[in-house]
């Protein structure tokens, strides 16, 4: 008697059918002069797939086996179907060169399974991230301190030396930076390991290390999402994605530079909320603040911001776009890059590879019928001269200078060239800003005031006196010092406040512009305006325990001369 084996029967079956399904694949990849791909006999680069959200490639049957910098190798079961052409015509939009295979659906669904080993991450096409409203609620309701975020990446780290894929340790780090509100993400190589360290409030603070095993993937991840070349390491590159959190797109742009130790990388987010402030919320004394108005009402004139990076310019510059933008004017902004997007405004970005610099920007801006004007930096002779002629033909024009008070910047203009008979009557403001650390409210600790520190505000706080003698002053006998607690993930800061000073020109600057004046002949002649320096702003901000005596110090220097 005959013994029939049923489960070799139904295996010699199946593989029957594999054979024809991928034999009529090979059949279609000739007919439409295509490479065959069978994907089960070739390792699935997973960061490769996740390129691709799996819903899209399983909706246009198509899977992301490969990918080097641009170059994508992609097998599709229908070569012809409009989902493919869509994708792939995304990715030529986008600078990306593909390769088309065609596989089996077969070999398609043993690529899908590895979708899973990306961890549940939602990664979308060309460089976009996509993490979803209930994972980010998710992270900020548990991410509150360094020390949690640090547990929460040492342990996705022993999955991603488990074998598992990289994209969810991605997404921890960057929910973690979002829910402390960092401004940059570090990734800095040492010898057996990799520091990631966010900067909170200006400052950098380590949030986790992890072992130089997983470093490379993490590298790979970060570097392919940022559409940046995975073959070169020995020269830097420049790189930007997105997350998209509540339908809102948050920009990150990336840095990677080559060291003794392998590739550093900086990731600087570019989150719309941080710069939503309005003139009310800078930190702007109230007199100051009304300057601040008047000056923004003029129809013409140039309003300079003057300060290091990092001061807070930016945000300063965005916030007098938003009170002076309305359907009535037209305004054209030329910025090194454009940082955020607004409504309503006209953005242009500087290529200077190209030729388009901040002097032609602002040339072209001119023949577009503008009413303000907003450079993002005046950096040389010309563009000085032509921003200076802007605002004496009939436009408001606001950009930033690089000097270390508001004084300087008549003494900077005429250095770059500017002739000191027409500044007077182009420039109508000077501002200077700092930002410093405000203290924590739950650990702040108050201290007696004594020493150096009792004298340095005795003579501030009567330089005060003397000028704004209406002012009222807080009292001058304590203070506040930074404490310790989770809520400030042990800095005794959260949050930051600006610092400002400004010089209006009037008459008397006028008069001692056209003399080619020092910093300190601007200064003396600006004491008639009664406006708050930045070290006076910062003592009353320091006596109202805003900040600290310490943190003022650090942005400013408190013992220059008193003028």
């Known amino acids: 008697m005959v013994h029939f084996d049923e489960e070799k029967q139904d295996a010699r079956i199946k593989e029957l059918r594999a054979k024809e399904e991928e034999d009529f694949a090979e059949i279609i990849a000739a007919k439409v002069g295509l490479p065959y791909m069978d994907l089960s006999k070739i390792a699935i680069n997973t960061d490769a797939l996740g390129i691709i959200h799996e819903t899209d490639a399983r909706k246009a049957s198509l899977a992301c086996f490969r990918a080097t910098g641009k170059l994508l190798d992609i097998a599709v079961a229908s070569p012809e179907s409009p989902e493919v052409k869509a994708i792939i015509d995304d990715f030529a939009g986008k600078g990306f060169s593909t390769t088309l295979y065609v596989a089996s659906k077969a070999s398609l669904e043993r690529a899908w399974g590895h979708y899973a080993d990306i961890a549940a991450s939602s990664q979308t096409h060309a460089g976009i991230i996509a993490i979803s409203d209930e994972d980010i609620v998710k992270y900020l309701d548990s991410f509150t301190t360094l020390a949690e975020i640090k547990q929460a990446i040492t342990d996705e780290e022993a999955s991603v030396r488990s074998g598992k894929g990289i994209s969810r340790l991605v997404e921890i780090m960057l929910a973690g930076a979002l829910a402390l509100s960092s401004s940059d993400i570090h990734l800095e190589p040492r010898e057996s390991s990799v520091r990631i360290r966010y900067r909170l409030d200006g400052v950098l603070a380590d949030a986790a290390e992890l072992s130089a095993k997983t470093s490379h993937p993490l590298l790979m991840r970060l570097k392919l ?203 109508t403001i000077s501002i200077a800003q700092r930002l410093v650390r405000t203290l924590c409210s739950e650990c702040r600790q108050e201290a007696i005031i004594s020493g150096d520190e009792a004298e340095l505000i005795k003579k501030v706080l009567a330089q005060i006196h003397e000028r704004r003698p209406e002012l009222a002053l807080p009292p001058a006998n304590r203070y506040y010092k930074p404490g310790s607690c989770a809520s400030c993930g042990e800095t005794g800061y959260r949050g930051r406040v600006g610092i400002f000073e400004a010089l209006m020109v009037d008459a008397a600057i006028t008069e001692a512009t056209v003399k080619n004046p020092s910093e300190r002949e601007i200064t003396v002649a600006a004491l008639p305006q009664h406006i708050l320096s930045m070290r006076e702003d910062g003592i009353i901000k320091v006596l109202r325990g805003e900040t600290s005596i310490e943190e003022l110090g650090r942005v400013i220097d408190l013992h220059a001369e008193f003028v």
């Open 225 to 427: 999402v940022s559409a940046m070349k995975l073959n070169v390491t020995s020269a830097a590159q420049d790189g930007r994605f997105s997350i998209k959190i509540k339908g809102s797109p948050i920009e990150i742009r990336s840095s990677v530079i080559p060291g003794a130790y392998g590739e550093s990388v900086v990731m600087r987010i570019l989150n719309p909320e941080t710069i939503a402030l309005t003139l009310e919320k800078l930190g702007v004394e109230e007199e100051l603040q009304k300057i601040f108005e008047a000056e923004l009402a003029k129809p013409n004139g140039m309003i300079l911001l003057t300060g290091p990076t990092g001061s807070g310019k930016t945000t300063t510059l965005y916030a007098f776009l938003r009170r002076v933008s309305n359907t009535g004017n037209k305004i054209i902004t030329i910025e090194d890059p454009i940082e955020y997007h607004m409504e309503g405004i006209n953005q242009t970005q500087i290529e200077e590879g190209k030729g388009y610099t901040f002097l032609e920007g602002l040339r072209s801006a001119l023949r577009q019928d503008p009413d303000i004007i907003m450079v993002g930096e005046i950096r040389d002779k010309e563009t000085a001269e032509v921003a200076v002629n802007a605002a004496l033909t009939g436009h408001l024009v606001f950009s930033t200078l690089h000097t270390n008070n508001a004084a300087g910047t008549i003494p900077r203009l005429i250095d770059l060239g500017v002739n000191p008979k027409v500044l007077g009557s182009a420039l």
